[in-house]
């Protein structure tokens, strides 16, 4: 049974920092591609970063570029999403997924294998 399980969330004034991991547990996660998305009240579920596990590269929706940075730690079937200079629109509840998949467009992604159940950001102004 694969597992992903969310933590870090909370509450947090805009321009502060705050860390989210993903532990993951079931199988070998080191062949999979990870990500984070979001969703806010009353919007679509959306991409938000992802790291490939063949050469690392890593993917992230505009709005976060330059303030999220998203990593993994394959021996610990880990990884992690940080987020600094955080703003109120970054408000949401932040997921955590992989796939097996060779994903060709992270932006238009949520096509994943496995989620987690969410974690809530909130970012005050």
């Known amino acids: 049974q694969v597992q992903l399980v969310e933590s870090g969330g909370g509450l947090m004034q805009a321009g502060g920092s705050l860390r989210l991991f993903c532990v993951a547990s079931?199988?070998?996660?080191?062949?999979?591609?990870l990500a984070w998305f979001r969703r806010t009240p009353g919007k679509e579920r959306e991409f938000v970063a992802a790291?490939?596990?063949?050469?690392?590269?890593?993917y992230y929706t505009d709005s976060v570029k330059g303030r999220f940075t998203i990593s993994r730690d394959n021996p610990k079937n880990t990884f992690t999403l940080q987020m600094n200079s955080l703003k109120p629109e970054d408000s949401a509840v932040y997921y955590c997924?992989?796939?097996?998949?060779?994903?060709?467009?992270?932006?238009?992604?949520?096509?994943?294998?496995?989620w987690g159940k969410g974690t809530l950001v909130t970012v005050s102004s």
């Open positions: 997924a992989i796939t097996g998949q060779n994903v060709l467009d992270w932006s238009n992604n949520t096509d994943m294998d496995y």
């Open positions: 079931g199988r070998t996660f080191n062949k999979y591609n």
């Open positions: 790291i490939v596990w063949s050469g690392g590269a890593t």
